[in-house]
């Protein structure tokens, strides 16, 4: 069986950019085929880990929801790949799409969807939306085997937590055993971490601010590495924490 990890958190809190560098740590660390499922139909993620593909270089997992069966095959033609990457593919939603664009899935779409890509990969990981009336994102939160639970040290962090996590109290999503992290996302502006630490109990790890992955993230290439060896060594304390 596959493992599936979800990273999800408040918006804005850095889920995208921790997704994609811990799926790149997966790959090289044990050397996995990774697959990362993007199911942000609200802000489709493909054009933003993508900037300078053209968009019909680019295929979208709606596709293969679209269809009555969600089979291995559809999903494979569906994936993102990645120049000089091989074994690590990309599933999400293309430039000018959203909820409107496909039909409507519900979950047994999903759970097949889940069943392909564990098929595919052997470790899945999914950039979950903030908000769980996303049906792959909250498939993902209920069913992974680790949920990382991303927090930002912001006003509108500790808002979100304090809000949000309420709606999530059914058993379900298992809010308990979900590891809460810290994430900095800003390196210009005062971000208050001793402050939120009081306020967002029970942080297991911290992320610290990166200039050169800020910097990634607008080129398209959140896929490198990092010459920050702070930075590179939290990813790969989680790579072994959570696989
Ligand atoms: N540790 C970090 N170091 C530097 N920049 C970061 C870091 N984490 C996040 N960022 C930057 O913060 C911004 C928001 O990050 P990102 O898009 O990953 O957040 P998100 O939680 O996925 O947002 P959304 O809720 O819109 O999906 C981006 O500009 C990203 O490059
Ligand atoms: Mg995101």
Same mark, same amino acid.
Request: aromatic share 10%.
């Given at each position: 069986m596959a493992?599936?990890?979800?990273?999800?958190?408040?918006?804005?809190s850095g889920?995208t950019?921790?997704a994609?560098?811990l799926?790149s740590?997966?790959?090289?660390?044990y050397?996995s085929?990774v697959m990362l499922?993007?199911?942000?139909m609200?802000t489709p993620?493909l054009p933003?880990l993508?900037p300078n593909?053209?968009?019909?270089?680019l295929s979208s997992?709606?596709?293969?929801?679209?269809k009555?069966?969600v089979t291995k095959?559809?999903?494979?033609r569906?994936?993102?790949?990645i120049k000089?990457m091989?074994?690590f593919g990309?599933?999400g939603?293309?430039?000018?799409e959203?909820?409107?664009?496909?039909?409507?899935?519900d979950?047994t779409?999903?759970?097949m969807l889940?069943?392909a890509?564990?098929?595919?990969?052997q470790?899945?990981?999914v950039?979950?939306t903030?908000?769980l009336?996303n049906p792959?994102?909250?498939y993902a939160?209920?069913?992974?085997?680790?949920? #990382? +639970?991303?927090?930002? !040290?912001?006003?509108k962090? *500790?808002s979100? /937590?304090?809000s949000?996590?309420?709606?999530?109290?059914?058993?379900a999503?298992?809010?308990?055993?979900?590891?809460?992290?810290?994430n900095?996302?800003?390196?210009?502006?005062?971000?208050?971490?001793e402050?939120a630490?009081?306020?967002?109990?029970? #942080? +297991?790890?911290?992320? !610290?601010?990166?200039?050169? *992955?800020?910097? /990634?993230?607008t080129?398209?290439k959140l896929w490198?590495?990092?010459k920050d060896?702070?930075?590179?060594?939290?990813f790969?304390?989680l790579v072994?924490k959570?696989?």
């Open positions: 493992k599936l990890v979800a990273v999800w958190g408040s918006p804005n889920k950019t921790f994609v560098k799926a740590a997966i790959y090289s660390e050397n085929t499922v993007c199911p942000d609200e993620t933003v993508f593909a053209k968009r019909d270089d997992i709606g596709a293969a929801l679209a009555t069966e095959d559809d999903v494979i569906q994936t993102v790949s000089g091989q074994n990309v599933v939603f293309k430039d000018g959203n909820k409107y664009t496909y039909p409507q899935f979950e779409k999903v759970r889940f069943t890509l564990s098929d595919i990969g470790v899945i990981l950039d979950c903030s908000s009336s792959i994102s909250s939160v209920k069913n992974a085997d680790e949920v #990382i +639970r991303i927090a930002a !040290p912001t006003l962090s *500790v979100w /937590q304090s949000q996590l309420a709606l999530y109290a059914d058993p999503y298992k809010l308990e055993r979900q590891i809460q992290g810290l900095v996302p800003d390196g210009e502006l005062y971000m208050p971490v402050e630490r009081a306020h967002i109990s029970d #942080i +297991r790890f911290s992320v !610290p601010y990166c200039r050169e *992955v800020k910097r /990634q993230m080129e398209g490198q590495g990092v060896k702070e930075f590179s060594k939290k790969r304390a072994e959570v696989v």
